[in-house]
């Protein structure tokens, strides 16, 4: 089993509307979780931390559920410069500071 | 201005060259990481260093060398020992805890 796993994707979706990314960790004692965008061809940008408590930034959404070792992104009213590779990172454990990446997802907003 | 800097941006090898690949960062951290990024593919990691003079091996170490001899400085050789390297490089830095910052790649393609 992989250390994180994504919803393969590609997701096409129209703009406006909803989308919802999963991931899911296999080492319990990950300590920090992140999610990071990867345009093509570029490096990955810090999307958002994502908290136990849950976070939103604008219209992005990040929930944690521990117990399940589960990470989600929700991207509410999709534009289409929200086209990008989603990646899933999570952080600590048994290896100072070690991330390990999920495959990414890949979403395409059409007008 | 802080941040990475990571050169060359794209480099082509000859087949039983060694190559290296530069990445300097002034945001003082003190942990730095190499990726490796296949097309389609999550970032995998290389080698990644906590301090000055100690790294460790990542998922993918064979055929790869790193050093560690300032903290700003972590430069990654591709050696003839790595039989399929053309993919894209990162270069990344963090501070335990903290998200991490990219360079902004480099390609490397072997002709």
């Known amino acids: 089993r992989k250390e994180v796993e994504q919803d393969p994707g590609p997701f096409n979706v129209p703009e406006g509307a909803t989308v919802a990314f999963n991931c899911t960790y296999s080492?319990?004692?990950?300590?920090?979780f992140f999610w990071y965008r990867q345009d093509c061809r570029k490096e990955p940008k810090l999307l958002m931390s994502?908290?136990?408590s849950g976070n939103e930034d604008g219209r992005f959404t990040a929930q944690l559920n521990r117990a399940s070792q589960y990470i989600s992104l929700l991207i509410r009213d999709s534009k289409l410069s929200d086209s990008a590779t989603y990646l899933c990172v999570v952080t600590g454990g048994t290896s100072y500071g070690k991330l390990t990446f999920g495959q990414g997802t890949i979403l395409t907003v059409h007008p | 201005d802080g941040g990475i800097t990571q050169s060359p941006k794209y480099l082509f090898r000859k087949e039983g060259q060694n190559v290296t690949l530069s990445c300097e960062q002034n945001l003082n951290h003190d942990a730095m990481y190499w990726y490796r990024q296949d097309p389609g593919q999550g970032l995998r990691l290389i080698y990644y260093s906590q301090i000055v003079n100690d790294f460790q091996k990542g998922d993918i170490a064979e055929g790869y060398s790193v050093s560690r001899e300032k903290k700003e400085s972590f430069p990654l050789t591709v050696t003839s020992a790595q039989k399929n390297p053309t993919a894209f490089y990162l270069c990344?830095?963090?501070?335990?805890?903290?998200?991490?910052?990219f360079g902004e790649g480099s390609w490397l393609t072997v002709v």
């Open positions: 990344a830095s963090s501070i335990y805890g903290t998200p991490v910052d």
């Open positions: 994502v908290y136990s």
């Open positions: 080492n319990s004692a990950s300590q920090s």
